[in-house]
C-alpha cells in the first residue's frame, strides 16, 4: 500500500465536512442513523423502528455516496488495497496482511459489525457523530462516548484480534 | 437537488477516507498499537476543524444557503449509554477496523466482506431497537 495522504490534509477536510453539511443541508454530521432509517422500512411492531425516519433520510443519501466513493476509487481510479504494513507490531500481523478481507475472515467482520451496530446506537452516535461532531461541540455525551470508543477499541485491539490470530 | 448534494458529500468523505487509509483494518489496529501518528493526528485535526468551523458560523452568524439559522444541538448526557455504548462500539471497531461510514465503503471496495459488516451493522441496530427499553440510558 501506497503512503496514505498525509493527516493533516486528511483530517481538515473531514473537519469541513462538518460546516458544509450544516450550510447545504441544515444536518449535523452523522452516518449510524441510517441503519435505523433502513430499518425503519420493514414493517414491524419494534416502537424503535417506527419513527418520523424523514429526519434521517439525507444520511441514506450520505451512505449512497461513501459506497460510490469506493467504487470509483478501485474501479475508475486503480485504488488497491494490498497492504503491507512493517511497522505494524506483533509480528503476527504481517501473516494476515495480505488477505484480512478475504471471505474466510467473514465471521470476524459480521460480529464485529454486529458490536458496531448495535453500540452505535446504544451510545446515541459513533465516529462521526460523536467524535468529530460532538467533541468539536464540547458535548459531555461525545467526550464520554470518544473515550468509551477508544478503550474499547484497545481491549478488542489488544486482547481480542490476537485471540484470532 | 438535495440528494445530490448530499450524495457528492458522502462521496467527497469517502474518498478522503480512502485515500487517507481510515477506512482500512491495519490502520485501525496501528491506531490502537499507538505504533502509528497517523489516524490521531486525523482524528484531532478533524475535531479541531470542525470546532472552529462552528465557532466561525456562530460568530459571524452565518446562514445556511436556504437563509434559515443553524442550529447546532448537542447530543443529550446519557452517561450509562454513552459510555456502556461506547466500550460495545469500540470493540466492534476494533476487530472489524471499520466505524460505520467504512462499513459503507467496505460494501463498495470488498463487497464480499462489507455486506457482512453491513448485515451486522444492521443486525445489531435491531437488537438495539428490540433492547432499547430494557437496558440503562
Not at chain 1, 30 to 37: N, Q, V
Not at chain 1, 92 to 101: G, M, T
Amino acid at each position: 500500500m501506497k503512503e496514505p495522504l498525509a493527516w493533516y490534509i486528511a483530517g481538515p477536510l473531514i473537519g469541513l465536512i462538518v460546516p458544509a453539511l450544516l450550510i447545504l443541508r441544515e444536518k449535523q454530521f452523522g452516518i449510524s442513523s441510517s441503519y435505523r432509517y433502513i430499518l425503519s422500512f420493514i414493517p414491524t411492531k419494534i416502537s424503535y423502528f417506527n419513527y418520523h425516519r424523514e429526519q434521517d433520510q439525507w444520511q441514506l443519501h450520505f451512505a449512497i455516496g461513501l459506497v460510490l466513493s469506493a467504487l470509483a476509487a478501485t474501479q475508475l481510479f486503480g485504488f488497491s488495497d494490498a497492504i503491507t504494513i512493517d511497522k505494524l507490531s506483533p509480528n503476527k500481523y504481517e501473516i494476515v496482511a495480505q488477505s484480512i478481507y478475504d471471505v474466510k475472515n467473514a465471521l470476524q467482520f459480521f460480529i464485529g459489525g454486529i458490536l458496531v451496530g448495535f453500540g452505535a446506537r446504544y451510545a446515541n452516535g459513533c465516529t462521526a457523530g460523536h467524535c468529530i461532531m460532538g467533541v468539536s461541540q464540547f458535548a459531555l455525551s461525545s467526550i464520554l462516548a470518544t473515550i468509551a470508543f477508544f478503550v474499547g477499541g484497545l481491549i478488542g485491539s489488544l486482547l481480542i484480534v490476537p485471540a484470532i490470530y | 437537488m438535495k440528494f445530490i448534494i448530499t450524495l457528492i458529500l458522502g462521496f467527497c468523505f469517502g474518498s478522503i477516507l480512502i485515500y487517507s487509509q481510515a477506512y482500512s483494518w491495519y490502520r485501525i489496529q496501528e491506531m490502537f498499537h499507538f505504533e502509528s501518528f497517523h489516524m490521531f493526528g486525523l482524528l484531532f485535526s478533524a475535531i479541531g476543524t470542525s470546532a472552529l468551523a462552528l465557532f466561525i458560523l456562530k460568530k459571524f452568524g452565518i446562514k445556511s444557503v436556504s437563509g434559515k439559522e443553524i442550529e447546532v444541538k448537542p447530543k443529550p448526557a446519557q452517561l450509562k449509554a454513552n459510555i456502556a455504548g461506547g466500550l460495545i462500539f469500540g470493540i466492534g471497531w476494533s476487530i472489524s477496523g471499520a466505524c460505520s461510514a467504512p462499513v459503507y465503503v467496505l460494501v463498495g471496495m470488498h463487497w464480499q466482506i462489507g455486506l457482512f459488516l453491513l448485515a451486522g451493522a444492521l443486525l445489531g441496530t435491531i437488537v438495539y431497537g428490540v433492547v432499547e427499553s430494557k437496558i440503562p440510558h
